[in-house]
T-cell receptor
Framework: SQQGEEDPQALSIQEGENATMNCSYK?????LQWYRQNSGRGLVHLIL?????REKHSGRLRVTLDTSKKSSSLLITASRAADTASYFC????????????FGTGTRLTIIP | NAGVTQTPKFRVLKTGQSMTLLCAQD?????MYWYRQDPGMGLRLIHY???????AKGEVPDGYNVSRLKKQNFLLGLESAAPSQTSVYFC?????????????FGNGTRLTVT
């Protein structure tokens, strides 16, 4: 069963604009991670945010976490063509199940 | 560092055939995982290992077997391939328990079963 669900499923924006993707999950978590997947490649880790953190930054990435709403968002500022990829959230439940569960992803297309 | 290397990159099997997917990591990671990725399903965990000589079932283990004889290698076997096993398979590794450190992924094996 999928723990995380990303929204929207697909997003197209002009280069230079900001892109926001959302992730909702069902059970309490230890932390939440975001990954990027370029076409035909494996996933690449972007950022990890722990359940006691509300916001985290890494370069042009900003991740927020709202545990009361069981949701997270990933903001990419000043988008570039190279940001075109699929983005996945992944969660680890805190019920003793140390497995990383992935959502179905948001397909982001940056239009030059 | 090569990171996580998967072989082969592509394979076509006939129903009932067997094969082994190879995963090697050179980062001295303890934990290794096999996922499958299908359209609209995200990634699903098949099997994982928390150290050399250990294996455990994930979310969708049926039809697959694994072995971790050496710390750097994690093998995924299909004993009798079925069309439902057509998928892209990803191997990943992590330094410590999942969630504490990020997963490092290989570039996948695209398997088609006819």
């Amino acid at each position: 069963s999928q723990q995380g669900e990303e929204d929207p499923q697909a997003l197209s924006i002009q280069e230079g604009e900001n892109a926001t993707m959302n992730c909702s999950y069902k059970t309490s978590i230890n932390n939440l991670q975001w990954y990027r997947q370029n076409s035909g490649r494996g996933l690449v880790h972007l950022i990890l945010i722990r359940s006691n953190e509300r916001e985290k930054h890494s370069g042009r990435l900003r991740v927020t976490l709202d545990t009361s709403k069981k949701s997270s968002s990933l903001l990419i500022t000043a988008s570039r063509a190279a940001d075109t990829a699929s983005y996945f959230c992944a969660t680890v439940s805190n019920f003793g199940n140390e497995k990383l569960t992935f959502g179905t992803g948001t397909r982001l297309t940056i239009i030059p | 560092n090569a990171g996580v290397t998967q072989t082969p990159k592509f394979r076509v099997l006939k129903t009932g055939q067997s094969m082994t997917l190879l995963c090697a990591q050179d980062m001295n990671h303890e934990y290794m995982y096999w996922y499958r990725q299908d359209p609209g399903m995200g990634l699903r965990l098949i099997h994982y290992s928390v150290g050399e000589g250990t294996t455990a079932k994930g979310e969708v283990p049926d039809g697959y077997n694994v072995s971790r004889l050496k710390k750097q290698n994690f093998l995924l076997g299909l004993e009798s391939a079925a069309p439902s096993q057509t998928s892209v398979y990803f191997c990943a590794s992590s330094l410590t328990r999942v969630g504490a450190t990020p997963l490092h992924f290989g570039n996948g094996t695209r398997l088609t079963v006819t």
